[in-house]
């Protein structure tokens, strides 16, 4: 079946601006999250959904970040103003709510943000 | 708190020689651990997960890992690399799903170079 899929795959902006991250998650998978992947910081949480529960949202690394999700399905990552140091790989995971496959996240192929 | 510790960022071997990339992991709850693998340009994938269950863990293409708790150990291992085992390796570690903790905290990452 189709896996988690992520637009736009490449994303360069200006300094300032603002960016949304698009997430659609496998079909029927009611957890998803966030996560960005630089080359100071390696791999980090940022945020994540599961059902219609309020988010965990301790990864955000600053006010300018913030995620939805709709429906409980698609979900935006939003970057306001964004600065150099937002330059990074967004990755979008989902999971199931039980059974075997509770415990393993799936990956989206990633955005990658170039901020200039 | 959790973290997870990737003892080597580059590891090379030689084709057809053993592959040993090593983790250790520090958590306050009995944690769920896994390795990814991310070839170039390439999403991440789920290699094998240990959740409590057998310690010894057969994941894809030959890959195995240990969990050692009184080591805090869950190293990777396999009899035979092939070239296309060259890629990005992440141990990682996330609570217990009963702790109702889903973030999952990511190793720095080992890259494996196979020489023919």
């Known amino acids: 079946g189709a896996g988690v899929s992520q637009s736009p795959s490449n994303k360069v902006t200006e300094k300032g601006k603002d960016v949304e991250l698009r997430c659609d998650p496998i079909?029927?998978?009611?957890?998803l999250y966030w996560y960005r992947q630089s080359l100071g910081q390696g791999l980090e949480f940022l945020i994540y959904f599961q059902g219609n529960s309020a988010p965990d949202k301790s990864g955000l690394p600053s006010d300018r970040f913030s995620a939805e999700r709709t429906g409980g399905s698609v979900s935006t990552l939003t970057i306001q103003r964004t600065q150099q140091e937002d330059s990074a790989v967004y990755l979008c995971a989902s999971s199931p709510l039980a059974g075997e496959r509770a415990d393993t996240q799936y990956f989206g192929p990633g955005t990658r943000l170039t901020v200039l | 708190a959790q973290s997870v510790t990737q003892l080597d960022s580059h590891v090379s071997v030689s084709e057809g020689t053993p592959v040993l990339l090593r983790c250790n992991y520090s958590s306050s709850y009995s944690p769920s651990l896994f390795w990814y693998v991310q070839h170039p340009n390439k999403g991440l994938q789920l290699l094998l997960k240990y959740t409590s269950a057998a310690t010894l863990v057969k994941g894809i293409n030959g890959f195995e890992a240990e969990f050692k708790k009184s080591e805090t150990s869950f190293h990777l291992t396999k009899p035979s690399a092939h070239m296309s085992d060259a890629a990005e390796y992440f141990c990682v570690v996330r609570a217990a799903m009963d702790t109702g903790r889903r973030a999952l905290t990511f190793g720095s990452g080992t890259r494996l170079q196979v020489q023919p």
């Open positions: 079909s029927g998978h009611t957890a």
